[in-house]
């Protein structure tokens, strides 16, 4: 009676059919050796037979294991010509199976114990590690930053560049190849000291427009590392390659 | 001469984030014989387990490195504001140690063995970065093959994998039958 009232386990406690089965052998003191293949059977179905419905998802390796079990016990019903000593108990592969499965469960075990021991020990690694450069908290900026900062520069530019030399032609075709190969070179750019740089007007605007081009198409990302630190143009990382 | 390498060696351990190789000191300390640098590791290693000092020493995973000591445990929980740290589900903690015994080994291989479908478990231990992938079976279907990491030493305060529990410390504890509710 007693014993019956032990067993009021649920099927959810055990990491599955083989330690259920382990679980068994144990409380029925049985020799893991020389299983008695119908009443551990019997057992066993009945812990099956508690749940209601069974999920396949999660039971059937339950079953399958009842199904081993079942079979085996067949195989010892069967007649055989000789018996020699060779021949092998059909239960073998099952309790090498057990043996094995009983190891690693004692190794978890102890495992355990060394995990808690470790979990009072902190090491430097075990802070967060340092976010790496493409990591860092960004914040997108939007097309509104970009032309604010954008006119501040072309006021700048036009006080300093008051003769007005016809000059070359810039074609927004080589300006965005150029800034791309820029970008894979130098892996980011800065817009101010970019736009800085830029011989006139014109070519600063082609350069904008080009800019503007290129994060509408999402090869590119604007972003200011903090509110009110200069904007940086990068590669996007799909676009690398 | 010997003081200077010993405190080369405990600034080299300073600053490393993973554990620091015997290997990898002596490459950088090439001009010290072996012997040397043993000894002074041994040297900081023991400073640092006698003196009254609230760090220590560990090695993990073939490597050197700081930890603080268990004592001190609760008081670094509290500056880092964490309850606990999450410990390995008792699932991921089989798997782990099924790998561990039996390495290299194929998810098929690891479920057959544990009784139990184990790819959701084993894709978690991958993201913890505690087993990896490593190659390939030459078998049918080719199916990935897995190990456990350094990490997965570290995490344990392993030194190598010949310091898993061995097969008298499993045993004795399978006769204890503590593991067995």
């Known amino acids: 009676m007693e014993e019956a009232r032990e067993y009021q386990v649920n099927l959810e406690v055990f990491q599955g059919p083989l330690d259920l089965l382990l679980f068994l052998i144990r409380k029925k003191k049985i020799d893991i050796h020389d299983i008695p293949i119908a009443s551990i059977t019997r057992e066993y179905l009945d812990y099956l ?4 419905k069974i999920n396949l998802e999660r039971e059937g390796e339950f079953l399958l294991i009842a199904a081993l079990l079942i079979y085996i016990k067949s195989q010892m019903l069967l007649p055989r010509e000789t018996l020699t000593e ?9 309790v090498d199976h057990l043996l094995e499965y009983q190891k690693i469960k004692a190794a978890s075990a102890l495992l355990r114990e060394k995990e808690d021991k470790q979990m009072m020990l902190w090491q430097r690694t075990a802070l967060p590690s340092l976010p790496s450069k493409d990591e860092l908290e960004l914040t997108e900026v939007s097309l509104f930053d970009l032309a604010e900062v954008f006119l501040t520069l072309m006021k700048k530019k036009e006080q300093e560049n008051i003769r007005f030399i016809h000059g070359k032609d810039y074609s927004l075709e080589v300006k965005m190849k150029e800034l791309i190969d820029f970008l894979k070179e130098n892996r980011y750019l800065d ?26 198409a999402r090869i590119v990302i604007a972003v200011q590392e903090t509110l ?12 690398r390659s | 001469m010997s003081t200077r390498l010993k405190d080369v060696i405990e600034s080299l351990i300073f600053v490393s984030l993973e554990p620091l190789t015997l290997e990898k000191i002596k490459n950088i300390c ?3 014989a072996e012997m040397e640098i043993k000894e002074a590791i041994q040297e900081i290693i023991e400073n640092y387990a006698s003196n009254q000092r609230g760090i220590q020493i560990i090695q993990a995973a073939g490597g050197y490195l700081f930890s603080t000591k268990s004592e001190h445990d609760q008081w670094v929980r509290r ?6 740290k999450n ?6 903690l089989e798997t782990l140690a099924t790998v561990a015994y039996h390495q290299p080994m194929t998810l098929a291989e690891i479920s057959a063995l544990r009784g139990v479908d184990s790819t959701y478990t084993l894709k978690t231990l991958l993201q913890k970065k505690l087993v990896k992938i490593t190659g390939r079976k030459k078998s049918p279907g080719r199916p990935l093959i897995y190990r456990t990491t350094d990490r997965f030493l570290t995490y344990f305060g392993l030194n190598s994998l010949s310091d898993l529990p061995s097969e008298e410390e499993i045993s004795k504890i399978l006769d204890e039958e503590k593991i067995f509710e």
């Open chain 2, 87 to 92: 410990k390995l589900s008792r699932a991921a």
């Open chain 2, 79 to 84: 500056l880092l504001r964490m309850e606990q």
């Open chain 1, 49 to 52: 037979d508690r749940k209601e």
């Open chain 1, 86 to 94: 060779e021949e092998e108990d059909p239960r073998k592969v099952l």
């Open chain 1, 191 to 216: 817009f101010q000291e970019y736009f800085d740089h830029q011989e006139s007007i014109e070519e600063a605007l082609v350069s904008f427009f080009c800019l503007l081009e290129l994060i509408k």
């Open chain 2, 30 to 32: 090439s001009e010290f």
């Open chain 1, 228 to 239: 009110f630190r200069s904007i940086k143009v990068w590669l996007r990382q799909e676009a």
